[in-house]
DNA sequence: TTGAAAGCGGTACCAG
DNA sequence: CTGGTACCGCTTTCAA
């Protein structure tokens, strides 16, 4: 719960003077005003409505275009006009609040340094939203537990949430309660209540274990990076190659060259003759340090990457990957919108992640 | 002389539809309705006042720990349970309208593909927006100009708003009328009006360019990547080649090993003895490209790099790059934290962004 | 210590 | 065709 107590005086006390109101001078043609205090409020409808000398109604049907009320064309040009002059703009919470929900639809600030593929998916996601016209906000829970971030978000009346399998039943409950028409679970398993975008990297590990064991290895090490905030995706990899039936070697792991030669020294005099490295990044550079070694790849150890990068087709040898399939993220911007249209629908549940070993030459 | 008349507190308007608001008929002592079919709209501060048998009031003053105010311990007890028994939660539309100002920062959506860097710096610069309290949005502003752009960011009254170079002085101003406290542009230019955080892929281009001058290359390649949405980089680190006198010869380049292999013939074959390759993937590419036709890098062909990713150092010879500084997230959440509260400050200018060359083998 | 009520800025009824 | 006005949910005076 994030309440900050105001401490700010209130900017706009009850001023019981009547017009205290700016703008009230305004003499049309009269442009060379010298001592011009500059209008420090921002304007409001009432401001266009005095301006153009028509009410605040007609302001608003005029500025929507409202089909269902005829106004006449020199009253629309002239609140047009007074609106441009003073550089109006309408007030989304205030036109939310009246409208009883909001086009916002809340996206999960990923604690963690999420990888390339996840942020392109994300990024693609957000735009697919925004072009359904709705407004994408991401909001950093910073290390809220689930029913409270749930409660951070839930203020701002979203009407869809697409939130990390952290949230919880109870956090989900909580959305549903305060009008969220949609929650949607990015993550390994279905939380209830709430539609699952199955996205778990078992599969991933799956994939590049059952390749490598077809390759007759069935004793696999796999690297688990020490970067901080990857263990949420290479402790469920290394679940994945366990789930094959193959017998799993934890291999941690630095991003460095150093530690690195460290383990392909430790590889090359002996262990596991297949490699899974976490992904293609850290494939390159233990198939470097293996190679330093004296080490031949794949000859003394098969080494696997994941995330098809570029980057593993111009190594030498090539690099074997697994190619992660993520939904396109109009794909999932339509569910999104559907399901908003829909907020009574069954919870539906679906595997949006989907893995492919590719044997190149490294395996 | 048109004064608005005060509205005045019609106690009974004739409308036709009294109460078609839910709970209403509450009887004092009626605790157990049977037949409950469940609240279907979302609870307001007026529920929990009423379960909680007090004043919205006082409510409020609880909820918020309203310093100002003494409450009494049974009351607050009673009205925390009825807030937690709802489910209730506050409107943050309703509140920032009350309040006049909200607490949201407008982060640019880039329209291309920002590089990896950039998205990490805006990352960071999120995660530490909201640890100081401030509600971050991203908000696509799918193909507006500048101005219309402007437009839709101020619907939302932002206190802040980190823009793009794009968005031009009007845009600032629209911002600015409606109250916005802070605008601050990441790009190439200062915009007037605006706090700017120049940001000037030249530089890198630059710095580039003196290393490879420094070689001895006074006619220098310059990798074009035909991805769409590069370009935004790409000119200007080809402009700040030019900017040191060198002969600056643009290479077109699809990120793809066909198109390379064709580029490092033609390299190959004749034409400029050193290439600064975009950044450190191009290069790695190119690098590839050139030693799979036969040609010595750095003997035939120097090639530099940009970003100084781990792969540079992995690849034989090891690839010279440029080192490309961004300010830390945390700094600039900072300094937006201090521009919001005053407001007035003078615009200020500062060069954010910094290029060393790191000489490696490849070059 | 608590309650009544005035708005914040817009929208959409209803009457003229 | 246009104006008056009652809301939306919340905060914060002022009075009791």
Redesign the interface.
């Known amino acids: 719960m ?5 401490q700010q005086p209130d ?2 006390p009850p001023s019981s003077d ?2 205290s109101r700016s703008g009230e001078s305004f003499t049309s043609g009269d442009s060379a005003e010298p001592a011009e205090p500059v209008a420090p409020s ?2 409001t409808s009432a401001d266009v409505a ?1 301006l153009a000398g028509v009410s605040r109604a007609t302001v608003s049907y005029v500025l929507n275009n409202t089909g269902a009320v005829r106004i006449s064309e020199p009253t629309r040009h002239r609140v047009r006009e007074a609106a441009r002059e003073l ?1 109006y ?9 009246r409208a009883g929900h ?1 086009r916002i639809v809340l ?1 999960p ?1 990923p604690e963690m ?1 999420a990888g ?1 593929l996840h ?2 998916f994300l ?1 693609e996601l ?2 697919a ?3 359904l016209d709705h ?8 290390g809220l537990t689930g029913e409270d971030a749930a ?1 951070a978000w ?4 979203p009407v869809a949430v697409l939130a990390p399998t952290g949230i919880g039943p109870d956090g989900t ?2 959305l549903r ?3 969220t028409k949609a929650v949607l679970t990015l993550g390994p398993e279905p939380v209830e209540g709430a539609h699952a975008l199955l996205m778990d990297q078992r599969t991933v590990g799956r994939a590049a274990a059952e390749h490598l064991r077809s390759r007759g290895h069935d004793r696999i090490g796999v690297v688990m990076p020490r970067e901080h905030g990857l263990d949420a995706y290479a402790e469920p990899r290394l679940e994945g190659v366990r789930a094959t039936g193959a017998e799993a070697v934890p291999l941690p792991l630095s ?1 460095e ?1 150093e530690d690195a030669a460290r383990l392909a020294r430790e590889l090359r005099d002996g262990g596991p003759g297949a490699v899974f490295a976490y992904n293609d ?1 850290y494939a ?2 233990l198939m ?1 340090a293996l190679q330093d070694a004296g080490a031949d790849v794949p000859g003394d150890v098969a080494v696997m990457g994941a995330d098809d990068l ?2 593993g ?2 190594l030498r040898p090539r690099l074997s990957t697994v190619r992660v399939d993520l939904p396109s993220g109009r794909e999932i911007a339509e569910l999104v919108d559907r399901l908003v249209r829909d907020p009574a629908a069954e919870p539906l549940v679906r595997d949006v992640l989907g893995a492919t070993a590719i044997a190149r030459e490294s395996t």
Do not use: C, D, F, K
Request: glycine content about 4%; charged content about 20%; hydrophobic content about 40%.
């Open positions: 994030v309440q900050i107590p105001n900017p706009r009547a017009s921002v304007p005095r550089g703009v309408p007030h989304a919470a205030a036109r939310s609040l909001t996206l600030t340094p390339p942020s392109a990024n957000q735009w939203l925004s072009r407004t994408v906000v991401q909001y950093g829970s910073v409660r839930a203020e701002l009346r409950a909580v309660r305060s009008g991003y060259e990044e390159m550079l470097r570029m980057l087709r111009l």
